[in-house]
């Protein structure tokens, strides 16, 4: 896990919104990324990052292909065997905690199980983000996502 991701998970929601909002949209992601869930605030958030890493959710796909890759698509990595599941549109808009740019996930045209679900991710570091899920208009968790690094 990446030494940064591994320190939000012991944060508080009120730190990891602090790090969202001093954050820039940064560059969209491209390709594979790690997921990791926070459960921020919790005693338990790093057995549940584990857990759901192993029999949830692994990561995204994107795949960025309009002009100069400022917007696409994902696919969901779900489940142990990491299937690729739930796609959503990403592009660029204002976000729903402080109204500044940040990069979309946005289900709700492209599936029918996770429509009200909306994601937001901003570029801490390079290849590192801090991202928002939120159901509706209500925020549920907090999430970290890690580019894959060619080597």
Known sequence: MHSTVKN??????EQLDEIYR????GAFPQGD????AILAGSLFS????????LFAWQGKIFDM???NAEAGVLINKILPLGLTFVVAKVYRD??????????????SKTSFFAKVIRDEIREVEP?????????????????????HRRE
């Open 127 to 147: 290849g590192v983000y801090i991202g928002k899920v939120w159901w509706g208009k209500t925020r549920i968790l907090d999430f970290a996502l890690t580019q």
């Open 33 to 36: 990324t790690r997921g990791t």
């Open 22 to 25: 001093n954050a820039e949209p």
């Open 65 to 67: 292909f309009c002009p």
């Open 8 to 13: 939000w998970l012991g944060m508080t929601r």
């Open 94 to 107: 204002k976000s729903w905690l402080d109204g500044k740019d940040t990069i979309v996930i946005d289900y």
């Open 46 to 53: 790093k057995s549940v990052a584990a857990f759901a890493r």
